[in-house]
């Protein structure tokens, strides 16, 4: 089995553990897309600077959903070979595409999570339960993340 397939084979059980869901079931909607196409503004491919890889389409391979369905984590999977750190400026340029604020890089053994707002990424041992509130009258959206430990 390819090594790609061993660490999605992972991630896919260490998201349903977290309380994720690939399909609609009595808990509610499925909470995850997959191999979502990601349009690339040129603006944000700018930023990146002239060494950066200049696509303007990609697929983000996991895309977590709140309960309203909206996007927000992007899950950027990594063959178990590689650090997942590899994938970061790819997942940053995923998530800043879709207005995501939130980064899990994971190759299946190694999982790093990053808040695009607070420094860099930083290893964690389990995925992370989201907990999302909605302000309507207070502004846009936010959204609480919860790392189990």
Known sequence: MEKEAKARIRINGLLQRAGWRFFDNENGPANIALEINAKIKKKVLDQFGDDFEKTVDGFVDYLLLDSKGFPCAVLEAKSEKLDPLVGKEQARKYAKSLNVRFIILSNGNL????????GN??????FPFFSHRFHTDQGPRHTEIYLSI
């Open 121 to 126: 990424p930083s290893i964690i041992t389990d």
């Open 111 to 118: 999982h790093y999570f990053w808040d695009l707002e607070h």
